[in-house]
């Protein structure tokens, strides 16, 4: 085998994994359909790949499906923002301090403990069903995974760096942008990957307790009136946003630690 046939070796094998992946994708809808089919199911149950299709249409046709999911959108891109900001800036301060650390502690494993469900009520009570309910339920999902992140990525610089950086007198400020921040970003961009996912959970969580707007929305309009395609079409779409979202963060990803080499 020559040198030209091995480096086509790696090329070759992604492109059979991408089929792989679009044959899976094919014989998802195709047992779909055979169970819509001969499964005996009425259509408000389990409707049929064409029928989810054809609603979906309907739905971007007359322009609800773009106005619910941009509401959504929105809700989700401001949790997320909101959410990540403070959970690095708190997740920075309790990897300095392990005061801060042992006081906040309970509150953070006490905010973990508690199920969204639960909660997602009572913060829609306190701050109506707007959209501000919805975006404070949203960073609280996103908050503690990026939080953990960030602490474990400043935690993870080695004491050995902090010791040059001290020795050429660098400021505190030149020790946070050109070691802790550049040495932590690869664990807190993983924690922000789970937290674009998440967000997307948050939002429907909110809009199911209580909206007016949005896809959750749509599902509960869907599930009221047995108009069970609508449901899919709502569902599929938090998936394709949820997808989005995470292909962002791993874009971003790979455009900042180019440095890596990765």
Not at 16 to 22: E, H, I, Q, T, V
Not at 77 to 82: A, I, K, P, Q, T
Request: some cysteine.
């Amino acid at each position: 085998m020559d040198i030209n046939s091995v480096k086509k070796l790696p090329r070759a094998i992604q492109e059979s994994r991408r089929w792989l992946g679009l044959a899976s994708l094919l014989l998802g809808l195709a047992a779909w359909w055979a169970a819509a089919r001969f499964g005996g199911l009425p259509s408000f149950i389990l409707p049929s790949p064409w029928q989810v299709w054809t609603r979906f249409l309907r739905a971007l046709s007359d322009g609800s499906l773009l106005v619910h999911s941009g509401v959504t959108l929105l809700e989700v891109v401001l949790g997320l923002l909101g959410g990540a900001l403070f959970a690095t800036v708190t997740g920075y301060l309790v990897a300095k301090s392990r005061t801060l650390e042992r006081v906040l502690s309970p509150y953070l494993v006490a905010s973990q403990a508690v199920p969204l469900v639960a909660i997602a009520p009572l913060l829609v009570i306190w701050f109506g069903p707007g959209m501000a309910s919805k975006v404070l339920i949203c960073a609280l999902i996103v908050f503690f995974p990026v939080l953990v992140n960030t602490v474990v990525g400043v935690r993870a610089v080695p004491a050995a760096l902090h010791d040059l950086m001290r020795s050429l007198r660098a400021t505190r400020m030149q020790i946070l942008l050109k070691l802790e921040i550049p040495a932590a970003l690869p664990v807190f961009l993983g924690g922000l990957r789970i937290g674009a996912t998440l967000s997307v959970i948050g939002a429907v969580v909110g809009e199911l307790v209580g909206a007016d707007m949005g896809l959750g929305f749509l599902v509960n309009v869907g599930r009221g009136q047995y108009d069970t395609a609508l449901v899919f079409v709502a569902v599929f779409t938090l998936i394709v946003l949820a997808l989005v979202l995470y292909g962002l963060v791993a874009w971003a990803e790979r455009r900042l630690l180019k440095w890596q080499g990765t």
